[in-house]
């Protein structure tokens, strides 16, 4: 276990499972994919990471390309953010907003990206339904609830301009009729329907993914943490903590907001990792369901800067998270499943006798430019990379991972340092964080500015 300076040490525990509602849910009997490292091993592309990325990576390289690929994973496949998100499988990964992303890259680019963000929902669809992954899909579009009227009108503007200048295929519902189709609740003002999106069982899709990269030839290798990098002419040598090594002559750095900065120093102070939690109740009863007038299957999210995220799952249960604390330690994780608790029964009253489940957290992964990052390393071109999803990793990390993989094995623009079909939005590595020890403390005072807007606001 890599002990991070930025985080407490509970958070890098890779030999545990999160005790989350997705862990619980598994299939009876069910198995994770891989098997151990048992002796040192040669192949031509070694991941660190048994993630979306990394999987998505290992799929497409061994199916479309009969590539000698490698996943290095320190926990279970699916021990990350990938295996414990919510679920929602939508449209995002930056942080600008689609004005900011016009402003910053011209319209045409905004487009391109829009448009690779519609195939990425697209394609996590299609791969579940091509490997047959019981993913359990729900809903149609993520529904982003307005909880003012003045937000409402503001969301009319923002979805106006997705659909005539991006082609986004999403609607405005008006209050009243998103209290027939939606829920009803004394904060809903209306919502914006942004498709295409929908929710899903993330950890089901992370297994399944992992077994079809098996399947097309990939090897995965879990309980396997790289813990010491070296080079030998142009090879790479990934020591492991099973005591056995892998020798590659390209490795595709997959780690997103675990990033192990300490193993190269490409890797540091690139990530900003930043705490996401989730709080699970039991099974609500058809009373309760009613007392809400909850009827959509879509996961949603509210109107707020710092806003919360929303499922009803399939059996029932309602699930809800929002940003953790700074530190990352179990007492603070305890204190946000409380906060986490109130803030539901403030926004659903009905509920406030509901009990809690299942609580648990991770990291999701925002850049200093707040766009997602992908490339190659400059001072060595064989460590590709892609990370900094910003909370949209389900569509974004499996987008990015079959893109590594294409690059990788066709060779196509290998004297760029991106593949020029890419929106330049993701283009290459995103700038060093000043001082990256001080990278929470940023965070806390980012979210802090957020919420004093929100209070404002007075929501
Ligand atoms: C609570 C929470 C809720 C979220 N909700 C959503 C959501 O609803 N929708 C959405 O799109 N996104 C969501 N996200 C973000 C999303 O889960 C991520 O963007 C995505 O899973 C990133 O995938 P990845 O493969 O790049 O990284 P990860 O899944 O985090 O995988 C990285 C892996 O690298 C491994 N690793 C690190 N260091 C080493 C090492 N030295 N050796 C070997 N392995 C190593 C880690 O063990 C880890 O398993 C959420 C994240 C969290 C934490």
């Known amino acids: 276990m890599f002990e991070s300076p930025l985080f407490d040490k509970s958070l890098y525990q890779f030999g545990n499972k999160q005790p989350s509602w997705w862990e619980a849910s598994l299939s009876a009997g069910h198995t994770d994919p891989g098997q151990s490292l048992s002796s040192n091993q040669t192949c031509d592309v070694a991941i660190i990471g048994g993630g979306y990325t990394g999987l998505s990576a290992a799929y497409h390289l061994a199916k479309e390309f009969q590539t000698d690929v490698r996943?290095?994973?320190?926990?279970h496949i699916g021990w990350g953010a990938s295996g414990r998100n919510g679920g929602f499988c939508c449209m995002g990964g930056t942080m600008l907003g689609a004005?900011?992303?016009?402003?910053?890259?011209?319209?045409a680019e905004t487009q391109k990206y829009y448009h690779a963000q519609m195939e990425a929902v697209d394609l996590v669809r299609s791969i579940a339904q091509e490997e047959q992954i019981d993913?359990?899909?729900q809903g149609d579009c993520e529904l982003v609830v307005a909880e003012k009227l003045s937000h409402f009108e503001d969301l009319n503007e923002e979805c106006a301009f997705k659909v005539e200048k991006l082609g986004l295929p999403s609607r405005m519902i008006p209050k009243d009729e998103f209290a027939e189709i939606g829920y009803d609740a004394p904060h809903q003002h209306g919502a914006f329907a942004e498709?295409?999106?929908f929710g899903l069982h993330p950890l089901k899709y992370c297994i399944g993914l992992g077994d079809a990269?098996?399947?097309?030839?990939?090897?995965?290798?879990?309980?396997?943490?790289?813990?010491?990098?070296?080079?030998?002419?142009?090879?790479?040598?990934?020591?492991?903590?099973?005591?056995?090594?892998?020798r590659a002559k390209r490795v595709i750095v997959a780690c997103n907001g675990f990033m192990p900065e300490h193993l190269h120093k490409g890797l540091q102070s690139r990530a900003m990792p930043l705490q996401s939690q989730i709080i699970v109740t039991r099974p609500l009863t058809e009373s309760e369901i009613a007392a809400h007038h909850w009827v959509t299957e879509s996961p949603a999210v509210n109107s707020r800067n710092v806003y919360f995220y929303y499922r009803m799952l399939p059996d029932k249960?309602?699930?809800?998270?929002?940003?953790?604390?700074?530190?990352?330690?179990?007492?603070?994780?305890?204190?946000?499943?409380?906060?986490?608790?109130?803030s539901m029964i403030s926004l659903w009253p009905e509920w406030r006798d509901v009990a809690i489940d299942y609580s648990w957290r991770g990291f999701v992964c925002f850049t200093s430019e707040f766009r997602p990052a992908v490339g190659r390393l400059e001072d060595d071109p064989s460590i590709f990379f892609g990370f900094g999803y910003h909370g949209n990793g389900v569509n974004n990390a499996t987008w990015i991972g079959r893109e590594l993989a294409r690059w990788l094995a066709t060779g196509n623009d290998s004297n760029n340092p991106v593949p020029a079909h890419l929106p330049a939005i993701v283009h290459g590595m995103t700038s060093k964080i000043p001082f990256g020890g001080f990278r929470p403390y940023y965070a806390r005072a980012g979210i802090g500015w957020h919420r004093f807007k929100d209070w404002i606001d007075g929501v």
Do not use: N
Request: charged fraction near 30%; proline fraction near 4%.
């Open 71 to 75: 996943v290095l994973e320190a926990g």
């Open 99 to 107: 004005h900011g992303l016009v402003k910053k890259f011209g319209i």
């Open 135 to 137: 993913f359990e899909p």
């Open 195 to 197: 498709a295409p999106g």
């Open 213 to 246: 990269a098996e399947r097309a030839g990939a090897k995965l290798h879990p309980q396997c943490e790289v813990t010491r990098w070296e080079k030998e002419g142009d090879v790479h040598i990934l020591h492991t903590g099973s005591g056995y090594s892998i």
């Open 317 to 342: 249960r309602f699930m809800i998270g929002g940003r953790a604390d700074f530190k990352g330690t179990e007492k603070g994780a305890e204190l946000t499943a409380e906060r986490l608790r109130q």
